[in-house]
Nanobody, 120 residues
Framework: QVQLVESGGGWVQPGGSLTLSCQAS????????MAWVRQVPGGGPEWLAT????????RYADSVRGRFTISRDNDKNAVYLQMNLLNTEDTALYFC?????????????RGPGTQVTVSS
């Protein structure tokens, strides 16, 4: 079955950086766009970024454009999120997600998530 497992979260001071990783299994990884999504307690999911099947193109939410970079390694069935210039508003549970079609913000599976906390 489809499995997505995130890692790399943790605590970081404002202005710092983190790189999240997501290991995928159970499906033909290179056939799918992949995305990152985050959610805060009591809030709905916020789509952050999507990357196309071979990484040639990506799209970003306005809230993270210029600070976050999505990438993938199809040989490793992995997708990454490099996060720079983090601020307290980036504190959330971060998920990677599989995008079944060409609509960048729509996903059908997501992992359990990895927590990112930005504080001083």
């Amino acid at each position: 079955q489809v499995q997505l497992v995130e890692s790399g979260g943790g605590w970081v001071q404002p202005g710092g950086s983190l790189t999240l990783s997501c290991q995928a299994s159970g499906f033909a990884f290179s056939d799918y766009y992949m995305a990152w999504v985050r959610q805060v307690p009591g809030g709905g999911p916020e789509w952050l970024a999507t990357i196309t099947t071979f990484g040639a193109n990506s799209r970003y939410a306005d809230s993270v454009r210029g600070r976050f970079t999505i990438s993938r390694d199809n040989d490793k069935n992995a997708v990454y999120l490099q996060m720079n210039l983090l601020n307290t508003e980036d504190t959330a549970l971060y998920f990677c997600a599989r995008v079944p079609g060409v609509r960048a913000e729509e996903y059908d599976f997501r992992g359990p998530g990895t927590q990112v906390t930005v504080s001083s």
